[in-house]
Nanobody
Framework: QVQLLESGGGLVQAVGSLRLSCVAS????????MAWFRQAPGKERVFVAG????????YNTDSVKGRFTISRDIAKTTVYLQMSGLKPDDSAIYYC?????????????????WGQGTQVTVYS
């Protein structure tokens, strides 16, 4: 079993910044990619960014357009999502997730462990 615990969400004014953290515990073997998804009210959960344990990254470029950066600290088994230039459209619950495999995918079904989520609200 793997447990994922997100933190760092909150209320922020537009163009502000937040850093989300996700601490992984349990059976961590360094062979699975990690990612962030988000879900706004009434909308589907969508891929935001992902990272392999070797450090390769992938982004949903349409939505984040260089404003978000995903990183990881292997020693702390923690994945971060640095968000800057936030917009009201970024408001959502952000979920940390672990992939079934080592590569990052934008497909929801490629992930089998999920955190509880952390709320991000951006106001103008």
């Amino acid at each position: 079993q793997v447990q994922l615990l997100e933190s760092g969400g909150g209320l922020v004014q537009a163009v502000g910044s937040l850093r989300l953290s996700c601490v992984a515990s349990g059976r961590i073997d360094g062979e699975h990619a990690m990612a962030w998804f988000r879900q706004a009210p009434g909308k589907e959960r969508v891929f935001v960014a992902g990272i392999t344990w070797s450090g390769a990254t992938r982004y949903n470029t349409d939505s984040v357009k260089g404003r978000f950066t995903i990183s990881r600290d292997i020693a702390k088994t923690t994945v971060y999502l640095q968000m800057s230039g936030l917009k009201p459209d970024d408001s959502a619950i952000y979920y940390c997730t672990r992939a079934r495999y080592s590569l990052v995918s934008q497909d929801l079904g490629a992930y089998n462990y999920w955190g509880q989520g952390t709320q991000v609200t951006v106001y103008s």
